[in-house]
């Protein structure tokens, strides 16, 4: 059975930092690309992240770009987001999700863990 599992939502202060961690079992991490996507209330799905593999190359949305950075751990068949100098309009839900290399498609997605930004 695939799953995604999200974990480290919180509730933190601006400027604050969180580690969400996505722990994926059930397909070959390795045979994947990972990404991070959020959700705020009242908005669209947005594309926050994404980790290829082999390469290990990485890709921002620029409004988080210098301040979250993604990684994985084939071992652990995990993925993280570190996100640090958080604002208030990063709250939102957040999701990971997996896409076949040399595909577009994401198949695989969790139940997304909450993340608020406040004072």
């Known amino acids: 059975q695939v799953q995604l599992v999200e974990s480290g939502g919180g509730l933190v202060q601006p400027g604050g930092s969180l580690r969400l961690s996505c722990a994926a079992s059930?397909?070959?991490?390795?045979?994947?690309?990972m990404s991070w996507f959020r959700q705020a209330p009242g908005k669209e799905r947005e594309f926050v992240a994404r980790i290829t593999w082999p390469s290990a190359s990485t890709y921002y949305a620029t409004s988080v770009k210098g301040r979250f950075t993604i990684s994985r751990d084939i071992t652990k068949n995990t993925m993280y987001l570190q996100m640090n100098s958080l604002k208030p309009e990063d709250t939102a839900v957040y999701f990971c999700a997996a896409a076949r290399l040399s595909t577009t498609t994401y198949v695989y997605w969790g139940q997304g863990t909450q993340v608020t930004v406040s004072s």
């Open positions: 059930g397909f070959t991490f390795s045979s994947y690309y």
